[in-house]
């Protein structure tokens, strides 16, 4: 018969004597999640009180301009003070013009939400991928995505949305020179005031799914591993990060943020830059599922992957989760 001692073991090191009690937990907590580091994503399109829903990504949807302003106005009651806008233009082409269009989609939201709030930082994601009849998110040429004829459209792309009232601007083509090139276009156009928070580690993932969806953005034939990285490769996002920051990033980025923790830490300790984690649309469509059959607790699922990617290094994450996660927080 198992018998249980009730002699005292003497240990030197009781770690749990500090879990003791929820304020003792809370003094040694060494990862606080904060509504002010969190961004909004918001896709934008033509129309007025239009709310599309985007059945992949329940709680969002692809939102006119007006009702643009009325959910960032919601984000920033809720303390988030910025947001991510993507464009989905009413006609798409070859080389992507509704893009870099002075009244494409997303200037004019630009320009709507800054009259609006003008203490939202707007940030922009400037990419050819949601404008081009191809999906691609660049320039086609004889099968592939041409580099450098894009980087001009780019640059435009960006230097439009700076002229609208962008804050910054946030390149996701995965190019190579893409920072260099909107630093310039910026700095020509009078905007040296533009921030650049570039999206240099960008891996071609199966996270992008709903936002494919989203922004009707698949390619039509192809992937993009020619331009995005081999989730197979840690090393070389620490390469990419130092080619944008000697190009002039003023931030850099790991994405997706869930299945790159690992990422995230490395680029952490190499760089002294603010380093942005962007957990995708694919990461958020999975827990929203498993919510939906109650097969996990959402509120506590959706904490631990924001503090899991905080913990690993993030200082600012690009979440579809962060009004929720703002308003859960402001309860505990
Ligand atoms: C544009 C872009 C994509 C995402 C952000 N910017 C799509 C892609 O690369 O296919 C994905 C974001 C998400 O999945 O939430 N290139």
């Not at 018969?1 to 907590?29: E, I, N």
């Not at 994503?41 to 939102?63: D, N, Q, T």
């Not at 806008?85 to 798409?92: M, N, R, S």
């Not at 893009?99 to 990419?127: F, K, S």
Request: aromatic residues 6%.
């Amino acid at each position: 018969m198992l018998r249980v001692s009730d002699q005292p073991v003497l240990l030197t090191s009781r770690p749990r004597r500090l879990r003791r009690t929820a304020a003792l937990r809370a003094l040694v907590q060494e990862t606080a999640l904060r509504p002010e580091r969190f961004v909004f994503p918001m896709f934008v399109r033509s129309g007025r009180g239009v709310r599309e829903p985007i059945p992949s990504l329940p709680g969002h949807g692809r939102l006119s301009v007006d009702e643009a302003v009325r959910e960032a106005e919601s984000v920033v009651t809720l303390g988030i003070p910025s947001i991510l806008l993507f464009g989905l233009p009413d006609t798409k082409d070859a080389v992507g013009t509704g893009a870099y269009d002075d009244h494409g989609v997303v200037q004019q939201a630009v320009r709507a939400l800054r009259a609006a709030l003008p203490d939202l930082v707007i940030i922009t994601d400037v990419c050819l991928c949601e404008y081009t009849s191809h999906g691609h998110c660049g320039v086609v040429r004889d099968g592939a995505v041409d580099n450098d004829a894009t980087l001009e459209l780019l640059a435009r792309t960006a230097a439009s949305h700076a002229a609208a009232g962008a804050d910054i601007v946030a390149p996701s083509a995965m190019m190579d020179g893409q920072v260099g090139a909107l630093r310039r276009a910026l700095d020509g156009a009078g905007m040296s005031q533009t921030a650049i928070l570039s999206y240099s580690a960008k891996y071609a993932s199966a996270f992008y799914g709903p936002f494919r969806d989203a922004a009707g953005s698949a390619p039509q034939f192809g992937d993009r591993r020619g331009y995005q990285m081999d989730t197979a490769n840690a090393r070389e996002a620490e390469h990419e990060i130092a080619l944008d920051l000697a190009e002039g990033a003023d931030a850099v980025m790991v994405k997706p943020a869930l299945a790159c923790l690992d990422v995230i830490s490395r680029v952490r300790r190499a760089v002294a830059v603010p380093l942005a984690a962007y957990n995708v649309s694919g990461e958020y469509a999975l827990v929203k599922a498993a919510a939906a059959r109650g097969w996990v607790d959402e509120r506590a699922a959706v904490l631990e992957i924001l503090t899991a990617i905080a913990r690993a290094g993030a200082d600012i994450i690009v979440t579809y989760h962060a009004k929720e996660a703002a308003s859960w927080l402001a309860q505990r």
